[in-house]
């Protein structure tokens, strides 16, 4: 399976089969993400896959996330020390470890953490200035969705995705274009990311000549859970240069933040082929 496919199969899922996952899966997951170690800003990102006897329910208690979690007993969790860019950093390396599972025929969900401290941290065993931000079951899907998993997608609006000139811009944020070469599949897959509550919140802004992106974030109004959404920023770097890189478009991520009228939007990064 290409990264491109891994990416489009790829769902939110909250039920699972209450099967134990073979060993030999699982130590490849493993292994991919004991490598999977080089991050955008130079945060270090330390990753375990926890496999429990039952879900573990006292620690999704923690998250808030425990009353749409089923049958689910294998966790994927990261710990990132808490500095700048620390977030974006995490979102980047766990989305590959999360598309990883997927690849490896694993269902996969991404879980916020509401507070700093919760009882993955424990387990973990991190540091006082060590935080863990998110972390996702991994197992293999139900052949049905339970009601609260369903109504948990339709409240976060799970199947519906902003068009494609919601999210790229072309010289200036005046001027909604889509790019007519590969870069086009690149977006789609960016598109398809995981996003808190799939609120969508890149914004990638293209120079007039030539194939470079700024990545913006475009937070929310009003949204509550902001670590969220830098946590969406590194998941959108990790789909857009997955991809980009499986079309070869070899490029790589770099601060060169450009003269632009950005409103409100944050500047995150830039590609450059």
């Known amino acids: 399976m290409t990264i491109i496919e891994t990416i489009h199969k790829r769902q939110s899922w909250r039920t699972f089969l209450p099967k134990q996952?073979?060993?030999?899966?699982?130590?490849?997951?493993?292994?991919?993400?004991?490598?999977?170690?080089?991050?955008?800003?130079?945060?270090?990102?330390?990753?375990?896959?926890?496999?429990?006897?039952?879900?573990?329910?006292?620690?999704?208690?923690?998250?808030?996330?425990?009353?749409?979690i089923k049958d689910a007993k294998v966790f994927m969790a990261g710990c990132v020390k808490n500095s700048e860019k620390c977030l974006e950093d995490f979102g980047y390396i766990m989305e590959k470890n999360v598309l990883k599972a997927v690849e490896l025929g694993f269902a996969t969900c991404?879980?916020?953490?509401?507070?700093?401290?919760?009882?993955?941290?424990?387990?973990?065993?991190?540091?006082?200035?060590?935080?863990?931000?998110?972390?996702?079951p991994v197992g293999y899907a139900a052949e049905k969705r339970r009601l609260a998993d369903s109504l948990m997608r339709k409240v976060a609006n799970s199947d519906t995705r902003k068009h494609l000139f919601e999210i790229s811009f072309r010289g200036d944020f005046y001027d909604s274009r889509v790019p007519e070469n590969k870069y086009k599949t690149v977006?789609?897959?960016?598109?398809?990311?995981?996003?808190?509550?799939?609120?969508?919140?890149?914004?990638?802004?293209?120079?007039?000549?030539?194939?470079?992106?700024?990545?913006?974030?475009e937070r929310t109004k009003d949204y509550t859970y902001k670590a969220g959404q830098n946590i969406?920023?590194?998941?959108?770097?990790?789909?857009?240069?997955?991809?980009?890189?499986?079309?070869?478009?070899?490029?790589?991520?770099?601060?060169?933040?450009?003269?632009?009228?950005?409103?409100?939007?944050?500047?995150?990064?830039?590609?450059?082929?």
Not at 121 to 134: L, R
Not at 199 to 215: C, K, M, N, V
Request: hydrophobic fraction near 40%; include cysteine.
């Open 21 to 68: 996952l073979e060993p030999e899966k699982t130590g490849l997951l493993r292994d991919f993400m004991s490598l999977n170690t080089r991050s955008v800003f130079g945060s270090v990102v330390r990753c375990e896959l926890m496999d429990f006897k039952v879900t573990p329910v006292n620690l999704l208690k923690t998250l808030g996330a425990y009353s749409v």
């Open 110 to 136: 991404w879980l916020g953490a509401s507070s700093n401290r919760n009882g993955f941290s424990e387990m973990m065993k991190c540091a006082p200035d060590e935080i863990v931000p998110a972390v996702s």
């Open 187 to 217: 977006l789609e897959c960016v598109k398809l990311a995981p996003s808190a509550t799939n609120q969508q919140p890149w914004r990638f802004l293209r120079e007039t000549d030539g194939d470079i992106f700024h990545l913006f974030l």
């Open 232 to 273: 969406d920023m590194g998941i959108a770097m990790a789909h857009f240069e997955l991809a980009a890189n499986e079309l070869g478009l070899k490029g790589s991520w770099t601060q060169d933040k450009p003269d632009v009228d950005a409103g409100d939007r944050e500047y995150v990064a830039t590609w450059k082929p």
